[in-house]
């Protein structure tokens, strides 16, 4: 069965193709080393614009599901083993994990409900002053080292999404896909990386002394109406979990 764009589906066009595309590469329909159809031939066989096309086709790369060889075009192929997390993909650490194939992890909820988020979180996320957010605080280790401690801030709508979700809330299921399942798809988001000293809480859940070098990330995501649904602040000890970056020429 011919497999076709939902074209009222939230997920993007892109998205859609991307995942079409990578179940024929993993299902053997297009082998590794095969050159894969041209933007034009995938543009004119699914209804979409080639920039739709080529933001597929540069994704497959950036997961190594496809390598451009200059002048031939774009061949299917087969990721390579990954310790790490993708920063600048949609997926959270635990999708990404889970994809790579890694068991071991665990997640502890530390925190779960309705708080006054903190004024720079407030100011992302267009909130009015001491207007709540849902917060979620959560430790992750991963084969028993320690990983990450993260605190995600959600607004109203995209918050009572989570405070229903009792697998989210015990530490068992995705944060991403229960909000994307939700209507919340990731169209954009904007990330910054810091070195730093953890402070004394992230230090005590991270099991390292106050004041070690931890890298902090924060994360403000957005859907296709412009709606900013998740900040998140995540500590990373990096030695556990390094943070990959695939870039990918277009």
């Known amino acids: 069965m011919a497999q076709l764009i939902e074209r009222t589906s939230p997920v993007p066009y892109y998205e859609q193709l991307f995942g079409i595309l990578k179940d024929r590469i993993v299902g053997g329909e297009f082998p590794v080393g095969e050159r894969l159809p041209s933007e034009l031939e995938l543009g004119r066989e699914f209804?979409?614009?080639r920039a739709t096309v080529r933001q597929t086709l540069s994704k497959l790369e950036s997961e190594g599901y496809a390598r451009r060889v200059a002048r031939r075009g774009v061949f299917a192929a087969t990721p390579d083993a990954s310790q790490g997390w993708l920063v600048q993909d949609t997926e959270g650490f635990l999708e990404s994990q889970i994809r790579h194939g890694r068991t071991g992890i665990e997640t502890?909820?530390?925190?779960?409900?309705?708080?006054?988020?903190?004024?720079?979180?407030?100011?992302?996320?267009?909130?009015?002053?001491?207007?709540?957010?849902?917060a979620l605080k959560?430790?992750?280790?991963?084969?028993?080292?320690p990983a990450l401690f993260s605190t995600n801030w959600l607004p109203r709508e995209s918050g009572a999404v989570v405070a229903a979700a009792p697998d989210v809330l015990n530490g068992t299921g995705s944060l991403n896909s229960t909000l994307r399942n939700a209507g919340f798809v990731i169209n954009g988001a904007r990330r910054v990386i810091h070195a730093m000293r953890a402070p004394k809480e992230v230090a005590r859940h991270l099991g390292v002394g106050p004041g070690a070098p931890v890298l902090r990330i924060r994360s403000l995501s957005w859907d296709q109406q412009d709606r900013y649904f998740d900040y998140y602040e995540t500590w990373v000890l990096t030695g556990t979990v390094p943070l990959e970056l695939n870039i990918v020429a277009t």
């Open 47 to 49: 209804g979409l614009a």
């Open 108 to 134: 502890t909820v530390i925190e779960a409900g309705y708080l006054v988020p903190p004024q720079h979180t407030a100011e992302a996320l267009g909130l009015q002053p001491d207007e709540q957010a849902f």
């Open 138 to 145: 959560r430790a992750r280790s991963l084969d028993g080292k």
